[in-house]
């Protein structure tokens, strides 16, 4: 199995502030790195797939970037309701499996 | 539209077998290029790849639960079927099914809401 391994695990933030979380993988993955957003009892929601395509409707106040191993997700300027949990997910190969999560919270 | 929805027990005890359904709408599973995941949470943690099944009915496993787990789809039902035997309760989670596209990227673009099973005597 491909190991994603998230940092930081949690972070606190305020609203306006931009948020760097970051996602390296054990093996090179090309661009096959997905972001999801989630919030408390809620599906998770996509952001962004291959790495840098904004999924269709979501601000662009995030983004992402990367290749290979190491990959990132920066929200621009952080608004209430980013306070959430996000995870990224490898689908270069199966099992496509999912960081820990970085939980962006309320400073 | 694309919708998903888990149904199955909320309920199940050890060593017992759960069946989890997908039932959705707004495409078809018999489509290139479709297919249709499973994944789960335990109480607090994070995401859990379990296993996908293709439009071609390719099948893929999470290595360690390949042993207890099976999908199945019925294309004409638009439903997707999750079975997973000798339930531990360890395996209490919300179970999520997710539309996932394949093409030049692969990525769950539609999620169902969740299915949360408790395994208890």
């Known amino acids: 199995d491909i190991q994603m391994t998230q940092s930081p695990s949690s972070l606190s933030a305020s609203v306006g502030d931009g948020v760097t979380i970051t996602c390296r993988a054990s093996?090179?993955?090309?661009?096959?790195l997905n972001w999801y957003q989630q919030k408390p009892g809620k599906a998770p929601k996509l952001l962004i797939y291959a790495a840098s395509s904004l999924f269709s409707g979501v601000p662009s106040r995030f983004s992402g970037s990367g290749s290979g191993t190491d990959f990132t997700l920066i929200i621009s300027s952080l608004q209430p309701e980013d306070f959430a949990t996000y995870y990224c997910?490898?689908?270069?190969?199966?099992?496509?499996?999912f960081g820990g999560g970085t939980k962006v919270e309320i400073k | 539209q694309i919708t998903l929805k888990e149904s199955g027990p909320t309920l199940v005890k050890p060593t017992q077998t759960l069946t989890l359904t997908c039932s959705f709408s707004g495409f078809s599973l018999s489509i290139y290029g479709v297919g249709v995941g499973w994944i789960r949470q335990p109480p607090g943690k994070a995401l859990e790849w379990l296993a996908l099944i293709y439009w071609d009915d390719e099948e893929f496993y999470s290595p360690s639960l390949k042993s207890r787990l099976t999908i199945t789809k019925d294309t004409s039902k638009n439903q997707v079927v999750l079975t997973m035997t000798n339930m531990d309760p360890v395996d209490t989670a919300t179970y999520f099914c997710?539309?996932?596209?394949?093409?030049?990227?692969?990525?769950?673009?539609?999620w169902g809401q969740g299915a949360l099973v408790t395994v208890s005597s």
């Open positions: 093996q090179i993955i090309s661009n096959y």
């Open positions: 997710a539309h996932l596209l394949f093409g030049d990227a692969l990525y769950f673009d539609y």
């Open positions: 997910q490898q689908t270069f190969s199966a099992p496509h499996t």
